[in-house]
């Protein structure tokens, strides 16, 4: 079994913590500037916290658009990447400049939102409308600073698209929802599969 304490490196080629901690839904979040121009960029640290009420959260490496944006405005928005969407969800995570509308840059379709301001990507098959709770500077155990912000959300406004509700159910696998795996790897959901809770099993054999 390799050990290490991350304080001393991996002594790896690559470092293995982004492939150990995944799968990870991957944090396609939307929001505007103080200016009022889109953004669009994947987060791979990202998440649901909490579901009464339902709140997520998405995590930046420094002072980028999105936290800022957020930070600003107190809303963001998540969208759901999906396979048929890879492409373009990768081509907004270009390095650009502020201001530069990534919606446009990846050929994807600005939609308005109910609830909040920030617009959702039309062709995403969901789409959470978000207002900040927090937002947070990571420190580590010595009290440093990470450098690294997370920013958390409280769900207010869901779109689904319902080519994908099954009998009352989101088809994750039929929407062929992405996640992150670290380094370059991607995963698509393309089936899944049920477990009973313990105590459930035991009531269904009754």
């Known amino acids: 079994m390799h050990f290490y304490e991350p304080k001393d490196g991996h002594r790896l080629a690559y470092d293995p913590f982004k492939a150990i901690v995944a799968p990870r839904p991957i944090g ?5 500037d103080a200016e009022g121009r889109p953004n669009l960029a994947p987060y791979s640290f990202f998440n649901a916290m909490c579901s009464r009420p339902p709140m997520v959260a ?15 405005t107190g809303e963001f928005v998540f969208n759901l990447s999906t396979l048929p969407l890879a492409r373009q ?15 446009a840059l990846a050929g994807l379709t600005a939609a308005p939102c109910r609830l909040v301001k920030a617009p959702r990507v039309a062709e995403s098959p969901a789409a959470l409308e978000c207002r900040v709770l927090q937002v947070l500077r990571l420190e580590d155990l010595d009290g440093g600073d990470t ?9 207010v406004g869901v779109h689904l698209d319902e080519r994908f509700l099954k009998d009352g159910y989101f088809d994750t696998a039929a929407a062929q929802a ?9 995963a698509a959901v393309t089936e899944v599969f049920a477990l009973l809770r313990p105590e459930e099993a035991a009531a269904a054999a009754k």
């Open 89 to 103: 969800m990768n081509a907004t995570s270009a390095m650009v400049e502020p201001g530069v509308d990534e919606f």
């Open 58 to 72: 998405f995590s930046s490496e420094g002072p980028k658009d999105s936290p800022r944006n957020a930070e600003a």
């Open 147 to 155: 450098g690294q912000i997370v920013v958390l959300g409280q769900v």
């Open 178 to 186: 992405l996640a992150r795996c670290g380094y370059r790897d991607f």
């Open 28 to 32: 396609w979040i939307s929001t505007l």
